[in-house]
């Protein structure tokens, strides 16, 4: 009987040690699953004119979306995200080489900043001095001057979770660089997680008063085909108004009601349904290039636009901090660019939704300020994230 009674207990001891060790080995096949799933991988991509070395950073969760990032402008030169067939392809617009990107190239995938848009004829003032920018599109400044953040070298470190993998870029612009005062520490950090959404975080300090205003000027094509146009994708933004504008494509200072007009995104309409109308503001836009004054503005980091290409199902989604977004439906590219796929650029094979503060707001009282004082930190929040319907 004791004999029997001591097996027992061996065997249930046995039992014990047997599952616990299963329970660890699963455990730690477990976690390191979930390190597998995510990854971030650095290559060399080129070299600018003065030596600096240029490197691109593959982001790769196990979602199957790929996002690449070159340490030149923070350009985002791909993003692979899966149709509805489950095929990953690229839905955005840029090249294959570093030369490309810095012979011409109307801001594909970068970084914007210190001013994402326009300010007029290059002026403002801060504090009764008045500051001259760099007056590189017409009469006016558009995003960031001659050099902007988008022809500058970024210094990357990498960082990966146990669901993300992320980038972080600086950059330190020097007092009165394309005119702007105070020397303004900047880092911008992407991050690549497992629900197939990117974020990107721009932070800034300055050591004077100054104005900031960062965005990224990805050109979406969500087809994965350049060669077609995006007039056929669905977009809907959550804005009641938006900024009519100039001929120079500065803000009239009116902030006016999408209601009755071809700025009405509120429901899901093509891209292409109404660029053509009579409508003096797309005129003057040569199709949609304004900056629609975003709903909710006071909700903080929330959905303001989604864009659906019916053919291949898939869905981007927009949420932003900030107040307004610049949507601009690719209206200058007119087929002399060289496209990654081969062929070239149409006119509307991409378009961008640039989330930013309004253009022109250090001339403008009435928009939200775009002012940085030393003793504060900018931060600004979006995210793009991928799926299909
Ligand atoms: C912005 C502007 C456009 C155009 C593009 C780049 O979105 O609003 O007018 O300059 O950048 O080509």
């Not at 299963?22 to 290559?43: A, G, H, L, R």
């Not at 009764?128 to 007056?135: I, P, R």
């Not at 009165?176 to 020397?183: I, L, N, T, V």
């Not at 979406?220 to 995006?230: A, E, I, P, R, Y």
């Amino acid at each position: 009987m004791k004999f029997i009674k001591q097996f027992l207990y061996s065997l249930s001891f046995l039992g014990i040690v047997i599952l616990s060790v299963m329970c660890k080995d699963e455990k730690k096949k477990e976690v390191t699953q979930k390190i597998e799933k995510v990854s971030i991988e650095k290559n060399e991509f080129g070299t600018t004119p003065d030596g600096g070395k240029v490197d691109r950073y593959t982001l790769k969760n196990s979602s199957g979306m790929t996002v690449d990032i070159i340490t030149y402008g923070g350009i985002i030169t791909s993003i692979k995200v899966p149709n509805k067939e489950g095929v990953s392809e690229d839905v955005v617009l840029g090249y294959n080489n570093l030369d490309r990107y810095m012979e011409s190239s109307p801001y594909f995938g970068a970084i914007i900043g210190r001013y994402g848009n326009r300010i007029a004829k290059g002026k403002f003032s801060l504090d009764g001095k008045e500051y001259s920018l760099a007056v590189n599109n017409g009469e006016n400044h558009l995003h960031g001057g001659i050099k902007g953040f988008d022809k500058v070298v970024w210094k990357a470190s990498e960082e990966t979770g146990e669901y993300y993998a992320a980038l972080k870029l600086v950059y330190l612009s020097k007092d009165m660089e394309e005119g702007y005062p105070g020397g303004l520490n900047t880092t911008v950090t992407y991050t690549l997680k497992e629900d197939n959404s990117l974020d990107m975080l721009y932070e800034a300090t300055t050591d004077k008063k100054t104005i900031v205003n960062l965005t990224n000027h990805s050109y979406f094509n969500l087809s994965g085909d350049f060669s077609k146009t995006v007039l056929d994708q669905v977009l809907s933004l959550n804005a009641d108004k938006y900024l009519p504008v100039d001929n120079t494509l500065i803000p009239t200072g009116e902030i006016a009601e999408v209601k009755n007009t071809p700025f009405d995104f509120r429901k899901p309409t093509s891209i292409g349904s109404r660029i053509e109308a009579d409508d003096d503001q797309l005129k003057k836009g040569g199709g949609y290039d304004h900056c629609w004054v975003l709903n909710g503005q006071d909700k903080g980091h929330r959905l303001i636009g989604t864009a659906y290409d019916p053919e291949s199902g898939r869905v981007l989604e927009v949420f932003t901090t900030e107040p307004g977004v610049q949507f601009y439906s690719g209206n200058f590219l007119d087929g002399t660019l060289p496209a990654k796929q081969g062929g070239t650029y149409k006119k509307r094979s991409g378009f961008c939704l640039e989330t930013q503060h309004y253009p022109d707001s250090p001339n403008q009282l009435d928009f939200p300020s775009v002012v940085l004082n030393p003793e504060e930190k900018y931060s600004s929040k979006t995210t793009y994230k991928f799926s299909t319907k």
